[in-house]
């Protein structure tokens, strides 16, 4: 081996210039896989971050996957059963013994949840009406599995705990309505019922209509405001391990029996979406280091061209066709190496310089850094698929090398 290294070295230091073309193409082609992948897959990792922070990761509703089966159904399996002039009977919705269902959830390794009663009401203030969506909270659980306390311009959750007539409201909804921290308002349920409250707390999450439609009050109080006494139809459950969300939700349906959905399950489409992008990214970085391959089979196939003769002389001094071309094959992934690892440097260096940029989106009075990914992996699969290329590049001149007849070449033949 030592000897087919040392040639593959002079080959190569012969021709200093094509060796430096083809080592440059794969410098740049792995330093752009690192920039773009590094961009991309930061940005993606920002992107689940921020759909996994802002959103609960499991959800947990007083609503069944699959509905029961009815008695009917079960009678006569099979058969056209129908029932005439029957009203469903009127019922609280909500999720029954939620209290011991709250426990079982939190018992559960790694899990914090909180009970929330989601409803509908109007908030009437100097006769402007606006619909919104009143969720009944304990502010301490809260804390817990939502970053609206993060998110609170004026006020905070705990001022919900010490006024039970409070109510939390968006920054859009307080602009609108010229509103600040003490304001009263008056908040008009389905059934009519209708209470003042104080504005304890302001909050900006930057999505204008979440801002204006949602809003925050004590969980009794929006239990007695819209008539669901001991009632919460909703779970909002965060985990210690985001990636583990699909899993414990299957337990929780599993044993609670309401509908549980995961973020992973509500965010499919994102999720597809994401994938679909990824591969076409990898698709088009690759084919740089594709391109710049070529360099590196045509600086192969020219030594294997101009030092055919040479090639004849090492064979009939016995070496075999294999070790023929490990020479050649040495020669590529000499240049991969010392482009992989230049590239490697090349490519932190513009990560470095991507990680600095700074965008100010239109409407958003916020700058936003370029997110930078910096994982390990990339760095590996882009030595892996460079080397790949560069053997694959050198493996067609090599092979032809191989078959270089010693006898033919010395006597002159063409």
């Keep these: ?49 921020r759909l996994i922070d802002n959103s609960p990761h499991i959800t947990l509703s007083d609503e069944y996957r699959a509905p029961d089966v009815q008695p009917a159904e079960l009678r006569w ?49 100097a006769g402007r009406l606006q619909a919104v969506t009143l969720s009944g909270i304990v502010p301490a659980k809260m804390k817990g599995v939502s970053t609206i306390e993060q998110k609170m311009t004026d006020g905070s ?18 602009d609108r309505f010229s509103l600040r921290l003490g304001s009263t308002l008056s908040v008009v349920a389905p059934s009519g019922a209708s209470r003042a409250m104080k504005v304890v707390g302001i909050f900006r999450t930057g999505n ?32 210690a391990d985001p990636y583990a969300a699909r899993e414990v939700a299957l337990r929780i349906e599993a044993t609670v029996g309401y509908k549980a959905v995961s973020w992973v399950e509500a965010s ?27 360099g590196i089979y045509n600086t192969i196939s020219t030594i294997v061209m101009e030092k055919t003769r040479d090639i004849a002389i090492l064979k009939s001094m016995g070496f075999h066709a294999r070790d023929v071309r490990q020479i050649f094959l040495i020669e590529g992934l000499i240049v ?63 092979r032809k090398a191989g078959r270089v007849h010693p006898v033919d070449i010395l006597r002159g033949a063409t």
């Design 1 to 49: 081996m030592r000897i087919e290294l040392g040639v593959a070295l002079t080959h190569l230091t012969s021709r200093k210039r094509q060796t430096l073309v083809s080592l440059t193409g794969v410098v740049l082609g792995v330093a752009f896989f690192l920039a773009v992948s590094s961009l991309m897959r930061g940005s993606e990792k920002d992107f689940i971050s």
């Design 77 to 125: 399996p099979g058969a056209a059963v129908q029932i005439s002039h029957v009203k469903p009977q009127s019922e609280t919705r909500g999720i029954r013994g939620y209290r011991e269902k709250l426990a079982f959830v939190e018992s559960l390794p790694g899990v914090r949840a909180a009970p929330v009663l989601v409803g509908s009401a109007v908030l009437t203030f």
């Design 157 to 174: 959750l705990d001022a919900l705990a010490v006024n039970p007539n409070g109510i939390i409201i968006g920054r859009t909804l307080a």
């Design 208 to 239: 204008a209509a979440y801002d204006q439609e949602q809003t925050f009050a004590l969980l009794k109080r929006a239990q007695s405001l819209l008539d669901r006494p001991n009632r919460a139809n909703r779970f909002v459950i965060q985990l």
């Design 268 to 294: 499919e489409d994102i999720l597809s979406v994401l994938l679909v992008r990824n591969i076409i990214m990898y698709s088009v970085v690759s084919a740089i280091l594709v391109v710049a391959s070529f």
């Design 336 to 398: 991969g190496v010392l482009g992989s690892a230049l590239g490697i440097a090349v490519g932190i260096a513009l990560m470095r310089v991507l990680a600095e940029v700074t965008v100010k989106p239109p409407g958003v009075t916020e700058v936003v850094h370029l997110p930078i990914w910096w994982g390990g992996e990339q760095y590996l699969l882009a030595t892996a698929f460079a080397l790949g290329s560069c053997l694959a590049a050198a493996y067609l001149p090599a």
